[in-house]
């Protein structure tokens, strides 16, 4: 239901709020390719998705007769001759001192490849160092813990307990303690 490639035309596309193929309407596009819309039914926006089955990319029949008309490209490596390759924990640990590693401390310093031992986390390698911030490999996940924090210590604020002193709202005036028993005002010295 492809009516219009443009920005304010239809497509059909996969909603991810409604998780069926529906009508969207086009909001916006990086060249010749729709990159966000908006679903006419619960009106989410998210970016494209094409429904499931459908592609842009074209046939391997299309492909293969447009590829035998041109001789002169150099023919591309199949994904499937590419390995990726994964580096296990255990082998990215191969060779350093894994018995001398400084237990965790955010007080302490730490550079790329070293080894340090946590107390919750067990071993793990520093791969990258940003400022007061290391990322820590461990066996699990990689973590993002800081170091180099190890100045004095920061003064604690002293408890001070509320003095003994009576004090009363400030808008209005406290009487003031006298040594000598001051006559009342209704009272008088004559006897």
């Known amino acids: 239901m492809a009516t219009n490639q443009k920005v304010g035309g239809e497509v059909d596309a996969f909603c991810t709020r409604c998780k069926l193929t529906l009508a969207h309407t086009i909001l916006a596009m990086v060249g010749t390719k729709i990159a966000r819309v908006r679903c006419n039914t619960c009106g989410g926006d998210h970016a494209y998705r094409s429904a499931p089955g459908t592609t842009d990319r074209p046939s391997p029949a299309s492909r293969a007769s447009s590829s035998s008309g041109s001789s002169t490209r ?25 018995a001398n590693a400084p237990k965790y ?69 406290q009487p003031q303690p006298t040594d000598e028993a001051a006559p009342s005002p209704g009272s008088s010295a004559e006897g």
């Open 74 to 98: 150099a023919p591309r490596a199949s994904k499937s001759s590419e390995e990726k390759v994964i580096i296990t924990f255990e082998e990215q640990l191969a060779g350093k001192d894994i």
């Open 105 to 173: 401390s955010p007080k302490d310093t730490y550079r790329v490849d070293q080894v340090i031992h946590h107390p919750t986390f067990g071993l793990g390698l520093v791969t990258a160092v940003r400022g007061d911030k290391v990322d820590i490999t461990f066996k699990s996940e990689t973590k993002t813990l800081v170091h180099g924090r190890g100045g004095a210590p920061a003064e604690k604020p002293a408890f001070q307990p509320p003095s003994a002193k009576a004090t009363g709202p400030a808008d209005k005036p």
